[in-house]
């Protein structure tokens, strides 16, 4: 790592929380550690913070293929094939929103801090999520104005709703299949599907692809329910199998505020495992450390 690039991972962890002044200028770069999303305008860089160290968060890949949509960016902390936290921009550059919107969330309870910086004028917009906390997903639909100015209004408050706990349901003992709507987690062992809604419709929501690379690996999948390039919803898995937790572990959340319900099937049992998030409400992260019992 080169050493402007330490020194600006240092200013990132101990700044103040807020829009920074610092009007650097200087065009988005992607390497390991940084996404540029919106045609290249914004950058994205995260730091991650856990009881005992700190360090850079790094874009994760598919078969090769990075982790990066023009409007989306996942990132890794320990594994590279876990995710960790994500970020979505759009371009709401139209009346009545006239602004770049960011939408912010992660399947963890590790602590980070990602700066979003524009490379046009220099503003930049921080969000943290403190160490030992699952984050309220943020939905801030005012991060930079749209005209030239430097600095950028405080993030709305999100809306939320509580959540129906999650609950267990039984289906078909069958084999898990992949297709563009169903993932396949932990050796194939556990089926993943999600429906969204809005207020006017419904339907399935589909595994994301980068290149020519399913947004999936063993343990990760993403999934979009407008758009290909939109990441809508992530889940994770992990496979706790071992004392004292004895138990498949399920992470959910999204960067929405559409409704959602995620079916999470044992190919084994046929035990479901449902998460819902309410319509309009943006999610909060869901860490289900007793989802599935083990063998």
């Known amino acids: 790592m080169s050493s402007s690039k330490s020194l600006a991972l240092l200013l990132l962890l101990f700044a103040a929380p807020g829009a920074a002044t610092a009007q650097d200028l200087s065009p988005c770069v992607r390497d390991a550690d940084t996404a540029c999303l919106l045609n290249g305008r914004f950058e994205l860089e995260v730091v991650r913070t856990t009881a005992v160290a700190s360090g850079e968060a790094f874009v994760m890949s598919f078969l090769g293929e990075r982790a990066e949509s023009d409007q989306s960016a996942f ?3 320990f ?4 995710f ?8 709401a550059c139209t009346p009545p929103f006239d602004a770049f919107w960011v939408f912010v969330s992660g399947l963890t309870n590790q602590g980070y801090r990602l700066a979003v910086r524009d490379s046009a004028t220099g503003a930049i917009r921080d969000y943290e999520n403190p160490h ?5 997903t943020v939905g801030d639909t005012a991060a930079f104005p749209c005209a030239p100015a430097l600095g950028a209004p405080a993030a709305a408050p999100a809306r939320t709703v509580a959540a129906p ?8 003992a069958d084999p898990c299949l992949r297709d563009g709507e169903t993932a396949c987690l932990l050796d194939g062992r556990f089926e993943v599907r999600v429906t969204w809604d809005t207020v006017a419709a419904s339907g399935p929501g589909g595994v994301m692809s980068f290149g020519e690379a399913r947004a999936e690996s063993d ?3 993403f999934f979009w329910f407008f758009d290909p390039a939109n990441f809508e919803m992530g889940v994770k898995m992990v ?8 138990a498949f572990w399920v992470f959910v959340s999204g960067l929405t505020n559409q409704g959602y319900r995620l079916e999470v099937r044992d190919a084994f049992t046929g035990e479901v495992r449902v998460y819902e998030n ?3 409400s943006y999610p909060q992260t869901i860490g289900d450390t007793s989802a599935f019992p083990c063998p």
């Open 75 to 77: 990132f890794w902390f």
């Open 79 to 82: 594994d590279p094939a876990n």
């Open 84 to 91: 960790e936290m994500g970020v979505k921009m759009v371009d």
């Open 132 to 136: 030992g906390v699952y984050p309220q």
């Open 165 to 172: 706990p999650p609950r267990r349901e039984l289906a078909e």
């Open 219 to 221: 343990q990760s999948a």
């Open 239 to 246: 496979d706790a199998c071992v004392e004292p937790f004895d």
């Open 278 to 280: 309410p319509l309009g």
